[in-house]
């Protein structure tokens, strides 16, 4: 495990695996709220289109930000995040592309190079995958419903399933994300948790006055070896953006609904 590094180019910031950069002909970035050109609450590098930011900055924002992994807005697939575990493969370059059909898609795959997979967080995860004996990659969104559906562990079956991916050649990392001491829940959280992963997950739950704290990184972290990712492929950011930097980070528990959302990219050179 090793934590993400910083980028900075002038006032665009991302965060990078060192797993992932090893790589050359992968390219990847988790982006933060800075770099882009929209105006508050959407300040500055927002990717939401249903908001009171227009499509135009919105734009922008998605081509500055494919930019990064050297490509454009119009090689951008882009997930349909609903709480899901609908995972879609994306087999060619459809352009700027949101999948699915309203169903809802919050995990995709990809070996086709030049395609850009593209996903949101505000303190969900936004886990990257990459199998790179076979040249695969993939990207999933999971709050604590996600994890609880077990949507990870899913979309590796489906890399196995689709391309041949061994877990033993896959990297996996895991962007900013809402951290334990942020995470208070009722009882709901807990239950799911222990329902899908059994008493293992007792050790990452406990309780403060009448709210549970779950530390949902550790969670998918067991989750990850359990889907045979083996220890020293998997990356974990420290970052929470509900405590985090403000002036980084977009938060859903601190910032509500009036804001913009981060996105992270990842895709495979042409
Ligand atoms: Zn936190």
């Known amino acids: 495990m090793s934590e993400l590094r910083k980028q900075v180019k002038d006032d665009l910031i991302y965060y990078t695996s060192p797993q992932l950069s090893v790589y050359p002909r992968l390219r990847h970035a988790f982006f933060t709220r800075t770099g882009g050109v929209s105006a508050a609450p959407y300040d500055t590098l927002n990717f939401r289109f249903n908001s009171r930011d227009s499509r135009e900055n919105v734009m922008k924002n998605y081509d500055i930000a494919a930019h990064v992994v050297g490509s454009d807005a119009d090689h951008v697939a ?57 040249k695969a990659c993939g990207i999933v969104h999971a709050g604590w419903r996600g994890i609880a559906k077990e949507i990870t562990r899913k979309t590796i079956e489906k890399m196995t399933e689709r391309y041949g991916s061994n877990p033993s050649d896959m990297i996996a990392v895991v962007g900013p994300s809402i951290c334990r001491s942020c995470f208070a829940t009722d009882n709901d959280v807990p239950e799911k948790m222990r329902e899908t992963f059994g008493d293992m997950v007792q050790e990452y739950m406990y309780k403060e006055g009448e709210k549970w704290r779950v530390d949902l990184k550790n969670i998918t972290y ?11 492929n998997i990356d974990i950011s420290n970052l929470c953006p509900c405590c985090g930097d403000k002036t980084q980070f977009w938060s859903h528990r601190r910032d509500g609904e009036e804001r913009g959302v981060q996105a992270g990219m990842i895709t495979i050179a042409e």
């Open 222 to 232: 067991t989750m990850l070896l359990r889907a045979d990712i083996l220890p020293y």
């Open 78 to 134: 882009r997930t349909c995040q609903m709480h899901t575990d609908n995972i879609v493969e994306v087999t060619e370059n459809r352009g700027f592309v949101q999948m699915g059909d309203g169903d809802g898609v919050d995990a995709l795959i990809t070996n086709v190079p030049g395609v850009v997979l593209c996903g949101f967080y505000a303190d969900c995860q936004l886990i990257m995958l990459y199998d790179h004996k076979h």
